[in-house]
């Protein structure tokens, strides 16, 4: 059974900077596709990044370019996301995704979810 299990958020004034891990079990996920999306309060869910199982396709939000970094390390089953000079606007619910195929970029199982908050 899939399972992904992001760590990693918390409080962080304005300016700073957190990582996110994703941590996935059930499979091995090397010839997978990873994504990374957020909730913000009052909105949809919404693509921030994501990574193919190679890496040699990365995509981002044009709101998080330049600031966010997306990353895997197969050998861990695991994908994180270098978040730096974050803003207020990047408050929200974080969460990991992965494809039911390889090669697929239709993300099917979710993690539960990780808080980032940025005070000003």
């Known amino acids: 059974q899939v399972q992904l299990v992001e760590s990693g958020g918390g409080l962080v004034q304005a300016g700073g900077s957190l990582r996110l891990s994703c941590a996935a079990s059930g499979r091995t996920f090397s010839t997978y596709a990873m994504g990374w999306f957020r909730q913000r309060p009052g909105k949809e869910r919404e693509f921030v990044a994501g990574i193919s199982w190679s890496e040699s396709n990365i995509e981002y939000a044009d709101s998080v370019k330049g600031r966010f970094t997306i990353s895997r390390d197969n050998a861990k089953n695991t994908m994180y996301l270098q978040m730096n000079r974050l803003k207020p606007e990047d408050t929200a619910v974080y969460y990991c995704?992965?494809?039911?195929?390889?090669?697929?970029?239709?993300?099917?199982?979710w993690g539960q979810g990780t808080q980032v908050t940025v005070s000003s």
């Open positions: 995704a992965v494809p039911n195929y390889p090669r697929s970029y239709r993300y099917t199982y």
